[in-house]
């Protein structure tokens, strides 16, 4: 108890004193012997028990407000701990955000380096492949040209073939033809000169 709450206890113990005064005027001496014995008897442990619950509030008060400084002090930490983890965490993500950043931009490069190789392949290989075309079709056409060259140098040589086997054919022929009129006249001299040597 503080020096301020005991001198309300003495104050009170004064007014009941003063209480007890004045009803040992009013209602005679056996209230205020009934009071003097009260006192006599339960004094000392009222004033004990006071100091008891005034020892215990004031320890209990200290206990409270050290128990808030406390809390206090770990509230603090932990608020700074946490504050510490969230900038480290923000850090991170600003840091991970950042180099997915530049990887999306080496990413997008890379597309574009290849979108570009690619584009000047299929170029190139359109190019080859009108080139091949182009050789393949003048490579028909002179192959083309060729055989029918060729076929028609050998439908002249079969034509020219063909010419000379008739022109052997007609003069065997004729020849044949003479050599029939030959026989005949042959046979007919025969046949006039046996008849001659009978009418002479």
Known sequence: MTSDEQKKGNGSASKKEAAAGDSDAKGGKGGANLEKIRDILFGAQVDDFEKRFARLEERLLKETADSRAETKKRFDALEGFIRKEVDSLADRIRGE????LEAGKDLSRELRETGKALEKKLG??????????????????????????????RVRESATALSKELKELRAEKTDRTALAGLFTEVAMRLSNESKSPGKS
């Open 97 to 100: 955000h950042e180099e997915r």
């Open 124 to 153: 190139t290989l359109d190019e080859q492949t009108t080139r091949s075309q182009r050789e393949l079709r003048q490579q028909v056409l002179d192959q083309s040209k060729a055989l029918t060259e060729e076929i028609r140098t």
